[in-house]
């Protein structure tokens, strides 16, 4: 199984629990996980969990929240751990309206600025959008292309949104834990996604799946989603985990990656 967005930095984890997890990820059936950043704190820890572990990747970027904090530094720390071979993404990147922690027009400025500097890095990128998308889809149609690839992480837009999504950029989409929970509304869209271009995450520590909803995601509760998924398509559970892990390592490129 690969864990495509985690966030083992984050102070819910203390610091023996978060190496237990890390001694466990091969027991636990995972091949890789993918630290998201948010911040320069983040991205910076998770290089150096990148460096303690072979299985964890690392994502460089400025969450909309932390938009108010980019700046000319920020940027070219992100250059500088983005040369590591371990880091695998632009993200977690874009527009969050639901908790409006910076100013829209701050949010859609450092999100273009990340759009075009994963460009030139040849990153792909890593979306989080929330309660934005009309503004989002405008930033992606005004970037242009992104030849090194776009994933969707929690995707929670809509038909219409996943097909535009799908056929201007060949959108890549992942789910999380939410999928397990009794009122999630958004089965057609797991059903529907292009095999090639269906991936699983957990959020860790967020948004921890049934039957473990209410406790701290880690990333073996992954399983959990992938289970669902697999229920969902109406396929075995190995085949939901074949595909998730061949389309991980696609566009994160993980069989590059040291």
């Not at 030139?120 to 979306?127: F, I, M």
């Not at 095999?195 to 948004?207: A, G, I, V």
């Amino acid at each position: 199984m690969t864990d495509t967005h985690v966030h083992l930095d984050d102070a819910r984890y203390g610091e023996a629990e978060r190496q237990e997890i890390l001694d466990n990820l091969e027991r636990d059936g995972l091949t890789a996980v993918i630290n998201a950043a948010c911040d320069l704190t983040s991205m910076r820890a998770g290089a150096r969990l990148a460096e303690r572990c072979s299985k964890v990747f690392f994502t460089v970027g400025c969450h909309p929240h932390d938009a108010k904090s980019y700046d000319d530094a920020f940027e070219r720390e992100i250059v500088r751990l983005a040369k590591n071979p371990k880091a695998v993404a632009m993200g977690e990147i874009g527009l969050d309206y639901h908790y409006d922690l910076s100013e829209r027009d701050v949010q859609k400025e450092v999100f273009s600025r990340q759009l075009s500097l994963a460009r030139k890095l040849g990153l792909p990128v890593v979306l989080h959008t929330r309660d934005a998308w009309k503004d989002t889809l405008d930033i992606l149609r005004e970037e242009g292309s992104f030849p090194h690839g776009l994933l969707l992480h929690c995707f929670s837009g809509s038909a219409e949104i996943m097909k535009i999504l799908s056929e201007k950029y060949d959108a890549y989409f992942a789910f999380g834990g939410a999928i397990t929970f009794k009122n999630y509304g958004g089965a057609e869209l797991v059903r529907t996604v292009g095999e090639n271009r269906l991936l699983c995450e957990t959020d860790c520590p967020y948004l921890t799946p049934e039957p473990f909803r209410g406790k701290v995601n880690r990333p073996a509760f992954v399983r959990y989603t992938l289970e669902k998924i697999a229920a969902i398509r109406g396929i075995a559970f190995s085949e939901a985990e074949r595909i998730t892990e061949n389309n991980a390592a696609r566009f994160f490129g993980l069989e590059k990656a040291v």
